[in-house]
């Protein structure tokens, strides 16, 4: 008795054939687990008993539900020419590996306000990457971002600009955008962190998440009276500054401290004039 052949598939559950997904140390590793003692079986009839053994941990890279077939042909030969063929399949299944994340990507970004202006719609941007793996290799995979805090100025989004799937490198890119009039709360100098969940998930409740953090610093804001009598000042901080042209507030104003009567305090339901 001898080996006339062996071939090895892959198939995902969707029906894909993934079989150049393998790399040649797995397509070796699953052949070589079929064992079976081969020479003279006797004169007229004989036993042959075959083996399939292989380590739970080479067989990770299957996805969930998808098939493995390692086909060995055994083959019987009388040496007068009579030869017989019966072909062994073994059917291996996979279960869901979840994603996990690469160390040492760029999970931190920064913004700062405007100098010097108020009310200010351009946007300031930031933005990093980072990435994962994962073992299965007929996984798709999608994020979903998560702020985790309440109150949060601006939007993260993120995408997967590669994926794992077949085998390759994932990777996530994201990125920050907030417009310049919204961190006008902030007084010159201060600043709050905004952490964010990038969760990356195979669609089979398999997930890895990574925290991506942006720092946002505020800066003097500047208010400009022109031509008014009154301005509503929704916030105003400690290096925040009051520009007046010659005809605000009738043409009172000079060098030197404004009088206090000139000011009131409280809180307005709406901002108008500005």
Known sequence: V???????SYTSVSGADLTASLTADQVAALKAAFTMPTGDLGANRGTATWTYAIADKALDFIGQNDTVRVVTTVQVNDGNG???QQAVTIALKGVNDAPVIVAGGQVTGSVTEKAGAYGDAS?????GSFDFADIDLSDVHAVRVTSKGAGYLGALSATVSADTTGGGAGHVAWSFQVADKALDALAAGQSVTQTYAVQVGDGKSGFATQDVTVTLTGSADQFVFSGLTKKALPSFGAGDQLVFSASALGHQVGPGALAAEWFTEGTAATVSGH
């Open 2 to 8: 001898s080996f006339a052949g062996q071939s090895v």
């Open 82 to 84: 009579g030869v017989a």
């Open 123 to 127: 946007l300031h941007l930031a933005g």
